[in-house]
């Protein structure tokens, strides 16, 4: 069974970075579409970003010049590299994988 584990979340103050790791339990990147979502307290499920197993990226427009995605097939991993982090951005992200896997969510929360 293919498992998603996230790592990677904390606490930062505004203006920080984290960076948000995504390990899949076997090596399934060579054919499945990978992204990030989140959701925060009392609001819906939103998509942060994508990407394809050809590299091409896709991301919500609140996140666009401060968050990059990337994977590494090799090691089965997809990250999210998030700069410049607003208190906006505190949520539960998601890892997430097509074929509707998910893990288990990873806590960022940003300070004021």
């Known amino acids: 069974q293919v498992k998603l584990v996230e790592s990677g979340g904390g606490l930062v103050q505004a203006g920080g970075s984290l960076r948000l790791h995504c390990a899949a339990s076997?090596?399934?990147?060579?054919?499945?579409?990978m992204g990030w979502y989140r959701q925060a307290p009392g609001k819906q499920r939103e998509l942060v970003a994508t990407?394809?197993?050809?590299?091409?990226?896709n991301y919500a427009e609140f996140v666009k010049g401060r968050f990059t995605i990337d994977r590494d097939n090799a090691k089965s991993t997809v990250y999210l590299q998030m700069n410049t982090l607003k208190p906006e951005d505190t949520a539960v992200y998601s890892c997430?994988?097509?074929?509707?896997?998910w893990g288990q969510g990873t806590q960022v929360t940003v300070s004021a």
């Open positions: 076997v090596d399934i990147f060579g054919v499945g579409t």
């Open positions: 997430w994988r097509s074929g509707n896997i």
């Open positions: 990407i394809t197993p050809a590299g091409a990226t």
